[in-house]
């Protein structure tokens, strides 16, 4: 029996295993078989991770952290969890190929997924000027026509954050009528850089090799027209990859896993939680990372704890 499980491969499960693995755990790591290192894999510069002052590549960041996890003995396998039986003392984690793993404790550091328009050329270019992260994004878009999706307040937080650097923001909502909060409206409305086009949906982004344009269709009369910009950052709303778990552990109303206050306790013992499946809020890389430390100190004090017994 493996003393700990964690099930996912972004910055939150890699940091667990750097500390579980330094604690001598030997960490058993399940990262999914299509895309394992999360989201920073889909990222280009990366200029916001402390000690690369002059920045790195997602994919790059995201294999140091592997290596640095599996230097001191994480042991990463690119498998899917499908089964997760949680709440006896002996957790079962069973994989794609059916077997079955079982360990002490869990870590459930899936990640989040940023929601798509699922319209055709938004993976094609997307980190070619389509970006779901202006925090990470923004600087690239200096000086630049933009715009931002959605009517939430993240686009409205995001959109406000973005006119540091662009010159123009178009924020394009499907209503008219925005969900944000008041605070975040009202802020976004004084911003003479943010311009509002209501009642409004993508049908198309146009760019060969980078975005150019958008066609923008209509949503009350369906009439198309034709919007040039640089650069389009998609802010619909944001889901974390709780599917494995539902039922099985406690979740919160914005649909993240439950824990307890700072910790990475969720409703189970030996089950803890961390990164953007416990992230309404900051969904950064480093806090990512932070938390997984949280969780590997926490999964270390409740094995310490099942020996004490
Ligand atoms: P959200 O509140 O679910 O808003 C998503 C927005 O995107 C809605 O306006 C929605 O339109 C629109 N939308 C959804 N699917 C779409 C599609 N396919 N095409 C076009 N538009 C689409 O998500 P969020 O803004 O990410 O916020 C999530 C949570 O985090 C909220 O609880 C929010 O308050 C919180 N948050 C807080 C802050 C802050 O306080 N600083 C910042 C960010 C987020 P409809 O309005 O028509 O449904």
Request: aromatic share 8%; proline share 3%; hydrophobic share 40%.
């Amino acid at each position: 029996m493996h003393q700990i499980i964690i099930i996912g491969s972004g910055p939150a499960a890699l940091t667990a295993g750097i500390y579980a693995s330094r604690a001598g755990l030997e960490p058993l790591m399940f990262a999914s078989s299509v895309e394992p290192g999360g989201e920073l894999m889909n990222t280009t510069d990366v200029e916001n991770f402390p000690g690369f002052p002059e920045g790195i590549q997602g994919p790059e960041l995201m294999e140091k952290i592997q290596a640095q996890a599996e230097r001191f003995g994480t042991q990463v396998r690119y498998e899917d969890v499908t089964e997760l039986d949680l709440a006896g003392d002996v957790k079962r984690v069973t994989t794609s190929d059916g077997a079955v793993h079982e360990a002490k404790a869990v870590i459930f550091a899936t990640g989040s997924a940023y929601r798509k328009l699922g319209i055709a050329d938004e993976d094609r270019l997307s980190g070619h000027g389509v970006s779901w992260c202006a925090t990470c994004d923004g600087f690239f878009f200096r000086e630049k026509t933009i715009a931002v999706i959605g009517g939430g307040d993240s686009a409205m937080e995001e959109a406000t954050f973005l006119t540091r650097f662009a010159d123009k923001v178009y924020v394009i909502h499907r209503r008219d009528e925005l969900k944000a909060s008041k605070i975040m409206q009202q802020r976004a409305f004084d911003n003479e850089k943010i311009e509002f086009i209501w009642n409004s949906e993508v049908a198309a982004i146009q760019g060969e090799e980078e975005v150019t344009g958008l066609t923008l269709r209509d949503t009350v009369d369906g009439s198309e027209r034709e919007l040039p910009i640089e650069g389009l950052f998609i802010a619909i709303g944001n889901d974390p990859r709780t599917h494995l778990v539902h039922g099985k552990l406690n979740l919160t109303a914005e649909g993240t896993i439950a824990v307890d206050g700072r910790t990475s306790k969720t409703s189970l013992p030996g089950v803890f939680a961390a990164g953007d499946v416990i992230d309404p809020s900051y969904r950064q890389a480093v806090t990512a990372s932070a938390s997984g430390t949280v969780a590997a100190l926490d999964a270390e004090h409740y094995l310490v704890s099942l020996e004490d017994n």
